[in-house]
């Protein structure tokens, strides 16, 4: 992927580099969640707007104790409908920027700690990255490197995630704080690339990202200059450094009990970079391909079925949070023609790309008409 629909100073994909650790280490933590420290500040937002936390955690579906320890895990479909209501009963539809605008590097736990043992910022992000499944088995972050350019990127890897723009804006705005704390408050994007369709109030965006801002993209990434990965932190202590990297080394087993967990994630990060052979991820893994195919028989699950399966669900994404025309959605997924998308996304969901966009607008119109039925109906038993 390389977003090439829209100009901005990173070539083509081919030409980029993927930096992925020799395994990626998935938590025993539930699928697809994250932990609730990623929002921590969300319950102080709300009391700046006069809102009751409690009514909106229920009337979002979220359990009431949910913050009352920042290692509380949350269903990812959970979180974006927990955000949902934290905009419509504050009347303010930026408020996710409020809340992740005050998340720094130090909630993200393990995957913190292994940045900061990094001796740049660079290989510091690249700790980040590489860890980050500790935080959340629902989403990852990518760096990749292009000549003099990065490209921080954000993903969603939860499967069937509708409503996402709020998550995607989120993101990004936890991203910036992550690359100010390792590259110093200096730091600045080129440009900052949405996976998401644009919001009609775009000033808080602006005020708060100081950058360029590019909707209907193929990744949410922070986009910058190279330079920025080549500042140096400061040294750790090593009794630190040694307690971290032990409960790093552990994660080995994690990986090897949801094997394929670990395998869709390596995959969509590949898929960014159009390197999803086989042969790569299992030297990614250390492993050649035999025993990488043996690893996901015990699990019942082929290599293709896995490959499948993160092609659908991220073409899904940009074909439901994007206008982006399904020629650029299948260029964003290294197929040839929209022609070969289009026969493998019917066999995928049994309909075409455009058909799956109909039935979405059909049911995202039924939907307002209920709702509106609803509000007359409620208005007239008043």
Known sequence: MGNRHVHFPVPQARAAHMHVSSYEAVSAQSVESARISAVWHLPEVLREFGVDLGEVLAAAGVRPDIFSDRENLIDYAALARLLLECARQSHCDHIV????????????????????????AGKGLLNFANHFSRHSTATFVSLITTGDFARFVYTI?????????????????TAFNVMQDLCGRGFLPTVVTFASRSPSNLKPLHKYFRAPLRFDCDESALVFERHWLDRPLPAVDPRVRRRVEFELRSQRASMLADFPATVRRILHKQLLVGQCSMD???ALLGMHRRTLDRHLQRHEVSYGELLDSVLEEVASQLLRNTDLQVQHVAESLNYSSAANFATAFRRWTGSTPSQYRRSLLTAQRDGQHHEERARQQKGGAG
């Open 157 to 173: 890897a939860a499967r069937r995630m509708t409503d996402t723009e709020i998550l995607h804006l989120g993101g990004l705005a």
């Open 97 to 120: 920027l409020l809340i992740c605008q005050r998340t720094r590097l130090a909630d993200f736990g393990l995957a913190a700690q292994a940045a900061l043992l990094g001796e740049t």
């Open 280 to 282: 790569r991820v299992a």
